[in-house]
């Protein structure tokens, strides 16, 4: 039988909403065994954004498949004696409730490390210590405050929100890193650690190469930008690579929202760009052959290339550029990768059997080992495995369970 690579590990995951139970579904999917610790009226997003009515939404399921559920009142003494209990018998703790909620709980680092000296014990936050410690943290007020939003969209538009989740599942990921780390050197140590992570700084190290700019800004304009005008800040460049290799979204036929393919103009594809967009003359122009020449033409080339493009569905572009060794990529919506066979026999797009909802579709591991292979399991029900976890591993009789249960500590 496979042993999975976090096989033995015991995460205690305190943690709602995304950015929490976006990492430790990642830990749940590389084999630790998860056990959410949610309020008896269970994490908010089991009803948020719900599609079926009385059944756990989407938000919830595709955020925490591979655990097990408990419910837990930790308001209450016996609450707390229980929690007591679970951390003693976990090797990661998580959280990402508002700064100095556990303290207030009464479990504060030290306590928590007195009751068991080898956990790793995980916060995530808004922020680090400083003005914004306090501020309530969202997805897209991460995104403005950790440098995504200033530079994403076209330069006569306002700022962007990316489609991408990274200031919650991207702060989840950082949050994996650094757990396993903290894993990893207590097999040296043999004690845990405290780990933090902020959701503003995830998302400055996402856009570490706009940091990048604006010191190189100091030198003068940013060339490979298809930007006019510069100030002192880097400005928004719409679809523009941004890197040494100039890129851009052009529209194909028949010109729907998203019939565009990602085009990337290498030095070397210059000259198979110019006999597929029947201007082969181009690739010995002096004004157009070399890269150095096409930089103040970024908008020019783009719109020759888009010329072709725009009479040829994204399909045969993506056929035609790649059949010339040119990076592309075509715009692919949602549809279209939810329905990509593809993305489903890599395990990517998994169709999972929900005891509620019937079956649904979720994103499956990025993170693929050869000796831990993932099988998606649906998301627990609320207090799915109190018995499994209180009476089989804890040891609670069933008339105290019972006493839990009516008494609203689970």
């Known amino acids: 039988m496979t042993t999975k690579a976090l096989e033995g590990i015991r995460v205690l995951d305190m943690t ?4 929490g139970p976006s990492a430790t579904q990642l830990m749940a999917w590389l084999g630790a065994d998860v056990v959410k610790l949610e309020a008896p009226s269970g ?5 948020q954004l ?6 756990d939404s989407l938000y919830f399921t595709m955020l925490n498949s591979n655990k097990r559920s408990i419910t837990l009142n930790t308001k209450t003494e016996r609450g707390k004696q229980l929690l007591t209990e679970l951390i003693r018998r976990s090797d990661v703790l998580v959280e990402n409730f508002g700064p100095g909620a556990i303290d207030r709980m009464g479990f504060t680092w030290d306590r928590i490390r007195e009751i068991n000296p080898r956990i790793v014990y995980a916060s995530i936050k808004g922020f680090g210590d400083g003005p914004y410690t306090d501020f309530k943290a969202y997805e897209v007020v991460a995104q403005a405050m950790g440098g995504s939003m200033a530079t994403t969209g076209f330069e006569d538009g306002p700022p962007m929100a990316t489609g991408a989740q990274i200031g919650d599942s991207g702060t989840g990921v950082h949050a994996v890193a650094a757990v396993l780390a903290a894993l990893l050197q207590r097999t040296r140590t043999g004690r845990g650690q405290r780990v933090n992570v902020a959701m503003q700084h995830a998302v400055l190290n996402l856009c570490r190469v706009k940091l990048r700019d604006q010191q190189r800004l100091a030198h003068g304009p940013l060339a490979e930008y298809p930007n006019d005008d510069f100030g002192d800040e880097v400005p928004r460049s719409g679809n523009a690579s941004g890197g040494g290799q100039p890129g851009w979204a052009v529209k194909c036929a028949p010109g729907g929202p998203n019939d565009y393919v990602y085009v990337i103009v290498q030095p070397t594809g210059w000259k198979p760009i110019t006999r597929l967009i029947g201007r082969p003359e181009l690739a ?3 004004g157009w052959a070399t890269p150095r020449a096409r930089l103040p033409r970024l908008a020019k080339m783009f719109q020759l290339i888009e010329e072709w493009t725009t009479t040829l569905p994204k399909w045969q572009v993506l056929e035609q550029l790649n059949a010339e060794s040119i990076p592309c990529g075509p715009i692919l919506s949602t549809k279209e990768i939810i329905e990509d066979a593809s993305l489903a026999a890599n395990d990517m797009v998994v169709e999972v059997a929900h005891p509620e909802r019937g079956s ?3 994103v499956g591991s990025p993170l693929k080992l050869s000796d831990s292979p993932v099988d998606i399991t649906a998301s627990p029900l609320l207090g ?5 976890i209180y009476i089989g591993e804890l040891g609670l009789g069933d008339e105290e369970l019972q006493l839990l249960r009516t008494g609203g500590v689970i």
């Open 16 to 19: 709602h909403v995304q950015s």
């Open 384 to 388: 799915e495995h109190n018995e499994e």
């Open 43 to 47: 994490d908010i997003t089991r009803t």
């Open 50 to 55: 719900r599609d079926i009515p009385d059944a």
């Open 360 to 362: 649904y579709v979720t």
């Open 284 to 286: 010995d122009d002096p």
